[in-house]
């Protein structure tokens, strides 16, 4: 049974409007929350993170929100640009469980130009 | 140097032969991680080690054979591998005081015939 979950495999979105990027979870255990970026033939690359103590955590364009109580959090991205196409993993961690993350599917953003 | 070195980037081997995956990280990083990713999927973990030594295996099977021989490198020995094994292997590596910010590699994607 997937823990993290992603469940759209694909986003569209044009450049310069915002894309919303979700995740739910079903391990109440999970304390802390990070978004990944994945281009082609490259490894993960790490974008935000967010802590259960937070409900939102902010870098430049991207910011990240946690609602606990309904175990979703959701990756906004704005102005999307063309650059951002990849796709975005949501991975989550429990204290308890030392350093493994639990990763979801995946969604493939596109930014159109 | 912020980075975590995989090589190679490409193998293909048949299911007799005996390769190992490389990688390298001088980033004082303590915890190394292996993680394989079919196409389409989310990374799945297969070994964690912790201060050089194994903390985590993820019930690999034994044709996959970790070593880690100092705190800057982590290898993945292959061996009687299966087509089904083809997959992108990823090494990760994270730090003591910040456990779950992962930093990648570029992946070795690996090809069995």
Known sequence: DQQVKQNSPSLSVQEGRISILNCDYTNSMFDYFLWYKKYPAEGPTFLISISSIKDKNEDGRFTVFLNKSAKHLSLHIVPSQPGDSAVYFCAASASWAGNMLTFGGGTRLMVKP | ?113
């Not at chain 2, 992108?88 to 070795?108: E, I, K, N, Q, V």
Request: hydrophobic share 30%; net charge positive; charged share 20%.
């Open chain 2, 1 to 113: 140097d912020t980075e975590v070195t995989q090589t190679p980037k490409h193998l293909v081997m048949g299911m007799t032969n005996k390769k190992s995956l490389k990688c390298e990280q001088h980033m004082g990083h303590r915890a190394m991680y292996w993680y394989k990713q079919k196409a389409k999927k989310p990374p799945e973990l297969m070994f964690v080690y912790s201060y050089e030594k194994l903390s985590i295996n993820e019930s690999v099977p034994s044709r996959f054979s970790p070593e880690c021989p100092n705190s800057s490198l982590l290898n993945l020995h292959l061996h009687a591998l299966q087509p089904e094994d083809s997959a992108l292997y990823l090494c990760a590596s994270s730090h003591p005081d910040r456990p779950y910010g992962y930093t990648f590699g570029s992946g070795t994607r690996l090809t069995v015939v």
